[in-house]
């Protein structure tokens, strides 16, 4: 092998600095479990006009701010255009305030500047224990997922559980393992997502499993994504038309949208739709201001208060502009995450794009983007990815099967 190979797989497989310990990953990693871990428990206990969850993402976003000048000299890893974004929401809120708002704006921090965080100074090492941590981080959640069906209790309202479930099942999906609970740590998050009965999440998961497939090398992979496919399709097509918990999830109640030949529930999600596009068509350009769709379903449809519909939220409370700025800023990230995908095929920048379409999906009729357990964690790994510094460019290619055997040694030893 040549020297420019070993310098190569040493980036790639992470080995110990200088001092002969191993680097530790972001403190921001740390903390994005630690909110992962408890999910939405603290949202259930109030300290005046804001939750325990609100004030914790009220400090984060704060502290988060207060640290920012330590990104100084580091090379800016996410989109100027999702910075713009995250500008625009913040003037939007100056200027029509609303604690709801507030928390839009601070969970959106946390998913750009936690990201930034991630980011500075990452190197391979530190993503793949990272992805390492987020696996072991999922396992832990199904765990305690398990424990409270066998016994009974309520500690994760299982939307919440199921949808952090979501962006941590795609860092599980991403790692290349000879171990067996690696291997196997997929199929067992996926399982507890989909006994969640959380509709969207479960149809997710059970198409993120598909994503298996860039464990294999390049040459194997396209056979494996149309086998995945079919067979996945003909799992979920079993479960909704044969389980009867999921069929009636998704087939019972008020049948108000057709698919495929099947009239499926939307729990009333399409009286809230209706409602927050006729009163976005009252002020289209710059929308109602931040918040303004939850005091818009609580007034209609209390004890519901949210739009479950994260771009029905955008275009209602920051307008056809907000909209604009939102779709450049995400598709500038998309494009970012699949350029380096593609051409470098590491694992933590096929976990950040898993993440990022799971997430842009399930917004479609859940409230990911006011979640701090989901956005928060989901920054993170966008971070890693966009932060981790490419290989040298002429052994980009050649290096790219040795790099994911090696990196599948390094989880190894990692384990």
């Given at each position: 092998m040549t020297t420019l190979?070993?310098?190569?797989?040493?980036?790639?497989?992470?080995?110990?600095?200088?001092s002969g310990s191993r680097e530790r990953v972001p403190v921001v990693v740390n903390i994005a479990i630690v909110i992962a871990i408890l999910v939405d428990v603290l949202t259930h206990v109030s300290l005046g006009p804001l939750s325990v969850s609100g004030f914790v993402t009220l400090g984060l976003a704060g502290g988060f701010i207060a640290a920012s000048p330590m990104l100084i000299g580091y090379r800016r890893a996410l989109p100027t255009s999702l910075i713009v974004f995250v500008g625009y929401?913040?003037?939007?809120?100056?200027?029509?305030?609303?604690?709801?708002g507030?928390?839009?704006?601070?969970?959106?921090?946390?998913?750009?500047?936690?990201g930034m965080f991630a980011a500075r100074g990452n190197n391979s090492e530190r993503a793949g224990r990272s992805l390492l941590l987020f696996t072991r981080t999922a396992l832990v959640l199904c765990g305690v997922f398990?424990?409270?069906?066998?016994?009974?209790?309520?500690?994760?309202?299982?939307?919440?559980?199921?949808?952090?479930?979501?962006?941590?099942?795609?860092?599980?999906?991403?790692?290349?393992?000879?171990?067996?609970?690696?291997?196997?740590?997929?199929?067992?998050?996926?399982?507890?997502?989909?006994?969640?009965?959380?509709?969207?999440?479960?149809?997710?998961?059970i198409l993120m499993l598909i994503g298996l497939a860039i464990r294999q090398q390049r040459g194997r992979r396209l056979p494996l994504v149309i086998g995945g496919l079919l067979i996945m399709g003909t799992?979920?097509?079993?479960?909704?038309?044969?389980?009867?918990?999921?069929?009636?999830?998704?087939?019972?109640?008020?049948?108000?949208?057709?698919?495929?030949?099947?009239?499926?529930?939307t729990s009333g999600r399409s009286?809230?739709?209706?409602?927050?596009?006729?009163?976005?068509?009252?002020?289209?350009?710059?929308?109602?201001?931040?918040?303004?769709?939850?005091?818009?379903?609580?007034?209609?449809?209390?004890?519901?208060?949210?739009?479950?519909?994260?771009?029905?939220?955008?275009?209602?409370?920051?307008?056809?502009?907000g909209m604009i700025l939102f779709a450049i800023g995400m598709l500038a990230l998309l494009c970012a995450i699949v350029r380096r995908a593609?051409?470098?095929?590491?694992?933590?920048?096929?976990?950040?794009?898993?993440?990022?379409?799971?997430v842009l999906l399930a917004a479609t009729t859940d409230n990911v983007f006011v979640y701090p357990f989901v956005?928060?964690?989901?920054?993170v790994l966008v971070g890693l990815s966009l932060g981790l510094p490419p290989p040298p460019q002429p052994s980009r290619r050649r290096l790219q099967h040795e790099s994911a055997r090696a990196l599948s040694a390094n989880v190894d030893s990692l384990v």
């Open positions: 190979s070993r310098k190569t797989l040493r980036l790639t497989t992470g080995r110990m600095d200088a929401v913040t003037i939007r809120l100056l200027h029509e305030p609303a604690s709801d507030l928390q839009m704006v601070c969970v959106w921090v946390l998913f750009v500047v936690g398990f424990t409270q069906l066998i016994m009974g209790t309520v500690i994760y309202v299982t939307r919440g559980f199921a949808l952090t479930a979501l962006v941590l099942l795609a860092a599980a999906i991403s790692i290349p393992s000879r171990r067996l609970w690696v291997k196997l740590a997929p199929f067992v998050i996926a399982f507890a997502i989909v006994i969640s009965l959380s509709r969207t999440a479960s149809a997710i998961s799992v979920g097509y079993l479960l909704i038309t044969a389980y009867p918990p999921f069929r009636d999830r998704f087939l019972g109640g008020d049948n108000a949208v057709e698919f495929g030949g099947l009239s499926l529930n009286n809230i739709w209706d409602a927050l596009s006729q009163s976005a068509s009252s002020a289209p350009w710059f929308g109602h201001g931040p918040g303004s769709s939850v005091e818009l379903v609580t007034k209609l449809y209390a004890p519901i208060t949210q739009p479950h519909n994260e771009y029905l939220r955008i275009l209602h409370d920051l307008g056809i502009v593609v051409t470098e095929d590491a694992s933590v920048h096929w976990a950040a794009l898993l993440a990022t379409v799971a956005m928060l964690p989901l920054g």
